[in-house]
């Protein structure tokens, strides 16, 4: 008791000690001069906060963040990344104005505070005009599919994430981009067990008697379904941590079982060999709800998939596996509250991770927990949100390539690849034939820091003949390799509408503030090029026009949200289904299944594989024997705020560490503080050793940073690879294998 105490100490303090962190009182409201603005942080967390920002109306300055206390999950408060947000968006270091690379200046890394002097000042509309006839050059030389975009989700907003942008590389013919580098191989699992990205709500989680955060980091990137949790567990509920890394949340949970990496799949078989085995499955609900339960029956209570055989691989003893499982089937019994599963994409980073994702998936399915409250799983709530993507996008504009078939589509985990051997190959009309990579446009994403096999991406993003645009906010690891720099506005500088994957409510993010210097949106920048190039209406729409489009539907799930009412209100729930108490209850029933069976789906079966790049793969035990965990750091988002100094402030304690078991420090000498080589086939990094118990034996982490800011210019991903996923063509950051020795041992390695 006095720990669980302890720790909800610790909590309380995190939250209240943030500085944006407090409801509304009597002295919070607007003072005279000042206006309220309502915002939504459209960073890429499943939280999507609903944010009040004052304005000093006679500056035209932000001066406050604070988060809204009418939201029923975020609640009032904010991250500790976000709290500091004004720092970012006033930060002396924000890119301002257009910028074009001065001849003869090669392209690479440049010291952080000197990059503008490799670059010379231009205005919009010579920037424009020079990206337009550079692509329209490329376009007519080497064909459209010469051009690729890469971006991602440093903005989810509907708008920012993909409206006009989508319109113009489709009108333009340029190469597609399958944007898979977080999520599909989980969104895939779930789609096929369950036809739709749909889970428990933060809020049903306060009536669980057990949650399981599997692979998720509650405490560090959702934090707004901690309280709920704890919520929980002052009722009684437990809490326990699947983990191959002590997170923050491991360390305040009841129970932290430090799985191996890539093995989470076995370890979901071997809790579903229990619950079969000892009669904990929910048969009638299996009988009316699912497809294949016997099949799945006799595949899990094969001996391979035993506690005892799975302790082997997964690192996790036989009794806890048992342990675990019998809590598992008992929870929602005799009277007992629920199980839930807060599972999050850690599981899904490695070769077998889809299926890993499709087995944790259906553990509720066996037991039936989703009738209760409480009860479930979470991964994603974003399929539940009906945006007419397709207005917005206009797939219809595609262009089609010289090959005579709709553009080749390029997996953004293989931008190595891309731009160094794509179209070198000489082969028949394939889905990836088609000409070389000769222009780049970078947006919503740091791609020279974020990309697997950063060694091979650096070297495509150096070539001379390739032409790289980057739009952004500040001079980072892709801007040094940039031919043209676009400045980007702030989520306060302008207005998107929202969904959210970690809740079920629709939002509206008014801009607060005029854009800084000559910042402009993803909207502008991209609707400005088509009418300079192409001229066409789909380029003319403005925010309220593209808002109003992704509105524009008829789904049930967003009866009754307008614009109007979302400017109106800020907030608005969607509308699910309501069973006779009037509780929305995700697959309670058949009716919330969006499969073609109508059912949950438990074939095809989700057998264990074991990854390639793993101890006990094909690849392991040899050259490389460790596993390697390049992990998110907690006060950053990806890489987006790792150049702000009270965020680096915030993640000194990580900053360059190699983290190891004593007994792998001890075999190669290493201690705490010792300068260490880290490598494999693919790059090399020097890192700082951190010798404890954060990591088990056999695995070793470090922290995702910028390029430029880490030990000798190299990040983590100097070490992933572009290996793909079992599903969704996903990236595989937690199937890494590496070896690590003193760095004056290693040199002679």
Not at 26 to 39: I, L
Not at 426 to 433: K, L, V, W
Not at 459 to 483: I, K, M, P, S, W
Not at 583 to 608: D, H, I, Q, V, Y
Request: aromatic share 8%; net charge neutral; proline share 6%.
């Amino acid at each position: 008791m006095l720990a669980r105490n302890v720790r909800r100490y610790a909590y309380n303090i995190f939250v209240s000690t943030s500085p944006a962190n407090s409801n509304l009182s009597s002295s919070d409201q607007p003072s005279a001069g000042t206006r309220t603005v309502h915002a939504v942080c459209t960073h890429d967390c499943p939280d999507s906060c609903g944010i009040l920002v004052t304005v000093d109306t006679l500056a035209g300055r932000a001066t406050k963040l604070q988060g809204d206390p009418s939201h029923p999950v975020t609640r009032g408060f904010l991250c500790g990344k976000v709290a500091r947000y004004l720092d970012r968006v006033y930060s002396p270091d924000r890119l301002l104005y257009p910028m074009r690379r001065k001849p003869g200046v090669p392209k690479g890394p440049l010291p952080k505070g000197c990059e503008a002097d490799a670059f010379e000042r231009i205005s919009w509309d010579e920037a424009l005009e020079f990206v337009a006839m550079k692509l329209k050059k490329m376009a007519a030389e080497y064909g459209p599919e010469s051009i690729l975009p890469y971006s991602y989700a440093g903005t989810i907003g509907q708008l920012g994430y993909g409206s006009m942008d989508r319109r113009f590389f489709y009108r333009l013919g340029a190469s597609q981009l399958d944007r898979a580098i977080c999520s599909t191989a989980g969104g895939e699992a779930l789609k096929q067990v369950y036809g739709v990205k749909l889970g428990t709500t933060p809020q049903d989680f306060a009536h669980s008697g057990l949650i399981i955060a599997w692979g998720a980091n509650i405490h560090g990137n959702n934090i707004h379904l901690w309280p709920f949790i704890e919520e929980a567990r002052r009722n009684g509920a437990s809490l326990v941590v699947i983990d191959p890394y002590r997170t923050r949340t491991a360390a305040l949970a009841d129970e932290h079982l430090a799985i191996r990496p890539g093995t989470d799949g076995l370890l979901a078989l071997a809790i579903m060999h229990v619950l079969f085995r000892e009669r904990l499955d929910d048969a009638e609900y299996l009988h009316g709800c699912t497809r294949g339960s016997e099949e799945l029956r006799a595949f899990a209570l094969r001996e391979e998939h035993a506690p005892a055989r799975a302790a082997v691989v997964t690192g996790i003893a036989a009794e806890r596996i048992e342990w675990l499982a019998q809590a598992y089937g008992n929870a929602g019994r005799n009277g007992r509250k629920p199980a839930a599963i807060r599972l999050n994409y850690g599981i899904q980073r490695s070769e077998n991770g889809g299926t890993a994702a499709r087995a944790v998936a259906m553990l509720p399915l066996i037991t039936g927990s989703w009738k209760q409250r409480g009860g479930g799983l979470q991964l994603s709530t974003s399929g539940a949100f009906p945006f007419n993507s397709s207005r917005l996008q206009m797939p219809e504009m595609m262009q089609r390539s010289a090959l005579q078939r709709a553009s080749r589509v390029v997996n953004m985990n293989q931008l190595g690849e891309a731009l160094t051997e794509l179209g070198q190959r000489q082969e028949s009309a394939g889905p990836n034939d088609g000409p070389p990579v000769k222009a780049l446009f970078v947006y919503n994403c740091n791609a020279a820091a974020v990309a697997p096999d950063s060694a091979r991406v650096l070297a495509g993003l150096r070539r001379e003949d390739l032409f790289t645009v980057v739009h952004e906010q500040f001079f980072n690891d892709t801007t040094d390799y940039a031919d043209v720099v676009l400045p980007a506005t702030t989520f306060l500088e302008h207005k998107d509408v929202m969904g959210a994957y970690g809740h079920l409510y629709a939002q509206i993010s008014q801009q607060a503030i005029a854009p800084l210097g000559d910042a402009r949106s993803n909207v502008w920048l991209f609707g400005e090029l088509g009418r300079r190039i192409f001229g066409d209406t789909a380029f003319q729409d403005g925010e309220d026009e593209l808002i109003a489009q992704a509105l524009d539907t008829a789904h049930p799930f967003f009866a009754g949200i307008t614009s109007e009412r979302l400017e109106r209100e800020g907030h608005v729930p969607l509308s699910l289904p309501k069973n006779e108490h009037g509780e929305s209850l995700p697959f309670s029933s058949r009716e919330w299944f969006k499969t073609p069976s109508g059912r949950g789906e438990l074939t095809p079966l989700p057998a264990w594989v074991v990854p390639h790049e793993s101890r006990s793969g094909a690849e392991g035990g040899g050259e490389f024997p460790l596993e390697f965990l390049p992990r998110k750091a907690d006060n950053y988002m990806n890489s987006t705020f790792a150049n702000l100094p009270g965020h680096r402030w915030m993640e000194r304690k990580t900053a360059g560490l190699l983290e190891m078991h004593p007994l792998d420090a001890a075999a190669r000498g290493v201690s705490t503080g010792d300068s260490v080589s880290v490598w494999n086939g693919r790059g090399r990094i020097t890192l700082t050793a951190s010798v404890g118990q954060t990591v088990p034996e056999g695995v070793v982490a470090s922290r995702l940073d910028w390029q430029k800011l880490s030990p000798n210019g190299a990040n983590v991903n100097m070490l992933t690879s572009e290996r793909l996923s079992d599903l969704g063509g996903g990236a595989t950051f937690y199937s890494t294998l590496v070896e690590v020795a003193k760095t004056e041992q290693a040199s002679a390695v």
